[in-house]
Nanobody
Framework: QVQLVESGGGLVQPGGSLRLSCAAS????????VGWSRQAPGKERELVARMATGGSTDYADSVKGRFTISRDNAKKTVYLQMNSLKPEDTAVYYC?????????WGQGTQVTVSS
């Protein structure tokens, strides 16, 4: 059974930075991609950043140039560096693992951008 645990969320002022981490545990035979999505109150979950196995990345237009996804395969951890945060970035952030056989989600971590 694969488990994903996010951490690093919190309250930050506009213009500030946060780094989210997502640690995976369990048996992962192989995967196609890892990524981060977010869901704000009253809105649908949206993809924020995604990294394929080969390292190629995709970002939502709203975060391009501000957010960076990375991973450490040895630590089985995915990161999301978020800079120049805006109030509209406020949401619950979820990491996702697209394995060969199933997709797995973490429980989410709250990010609040407010002065």
């Amino acid at each position: 059974q694969v488990q994903l645990v996010e951490s690093g969320g919190g309250l930050v002022q506009p213009g500030g930075s946060l780094r989210l981490s997502c640690a995976a545990s369990g048996s992962i035979v192989g995967f196609n991609a890892v990524g981060w999505s977010r869901q704000a109150p009253g809105k649908e979950r949206e993809l924020v950043a995604r990294m394929a196995t080969g390292g190629s990345t995709d970002y939502a237009d709203s975060v391009k140039g501000r957010f960076t996804i990375s991973r450490d395969n040895a630590k089985k951890t995915v990161y999301l560096q978020m800079n120049s945060l805006k109030p509209e970035d406020t949401a619950v952030y979820y990491c996702k693992l697209e394995s060969w056989y199933a997709d797995y989600w973490g429980q989410g971590t709250q990010v609040t951008v407010s002065s």
